[in-house]
């Protein structure tokens, strides 16, 4: 498909594992953007790419989130030592270019931490 | 106080009426005001985008930003069943602020009905 791809859809994980959750952003978008989005509350910015690295990773809530966009393709959002606050529906999103141009958002990533 | 201020509805309109839709925001140095609507479990999808001040049409949607009281709308003429969704708006400060972030409202959960 043309359009932003995550995988998995729906993660359940225990308290205190890792997770690692994948985003295709829209080919040839060169920015890439992870939003987190929890129940009735609209998304807040994580991290963002530009190319293979973190222009601004302001929104992560501590250590134990991290990303990765080796190739300045595929990225990966990776937390350790899951904790059930970290239960949210996770957005990701691709623009053309860093600046002006607009995200574009996949169906997100639901995460489940029991 | 939150940067973007958004009431969460729900929100309930007879099919065929106008919508109007609405953020108010505190920071003086966004220039980017995006409306996503948001389909029950799926991703933001970009309604409009609109750079200062003035207003915008596509189609059925109408987007307004009044920089100087610092409040953006969305209206819906001859709103559909079909509409019924949370609709999110979005800014960002851009070149500016040095950040390409969104900073997002709550979303408005309207529905239309039949």
């Known amino acids: 498909g043309a359009g932003v791809s995550q995988t998995p859809s729906n993660k359940v994980t225990e308290k205190g594992k890792y997770v690692e959750l994948r985003c295709d952003p829209i080919?040839?978008?060169?920015?890439l953007y992870w939003y987190r989005q929890s129940l009735g509350q609209g998304p807040e910015f994580l991290i963002y790419?530009?190319?293979?690295?973190?222009?601004?990773d302001s929104g992560l809530p501590n250590d134990r989130f991290f990303a990765v966009r080796p190739e300045g393709s595929v990225s990966t959002l990776k937390i350790q030592r899951t904790e059930r606050g970290d239960s949210a529906v996770y957005l990701c999103?691709?623009?053309?270019?860093?600046?002006?141009?607009?995200?574009?958002f996949g169906p997100g990533t639901r995460l489940t931490v029991l | 106080q939150k940067e973007v201020e958004q009431d969460p509805g729900p929100l309930s309109v007879p099919e065929g009426a106008i919508v109007s839709l609405n953020c108010t925001y505190s920071n003086s140095a966004f220039q980017y005001f995006m409306w996503y609507r948001q389909y029950s479990r799926k991703g933001p999808e970009l309604l409009m985008y609109?750079?200062?001040?003035g207003n915008k049409e596509d189609g059925r949607f109408t987007a307004q930003v009044d920089k100087s009281s610092k409040y953006i709308s969305l209206f819906i003429r001859d709103s559909q069943p079909s509409d019924s969704a949370t609709y999110l708006c979005a800014m960002s400060a851009g070149l500016t602020s040095g950040t390409y972030k969104y900073i997002f409202g709550t979303g408005t959960r309207l529905k239309v009905l039949a």
């Open positions: 080919s040839g978008h060169t920015a």
């Open positions: 790419f530009q190319g293979t690295g973190a222009a601004d």
């Open positions: 609109t750079y200062s001040s």
């Open positions: 999103a691709s623009s053309l270019n860093l600046g002006t141009d607009t995200q574009y």
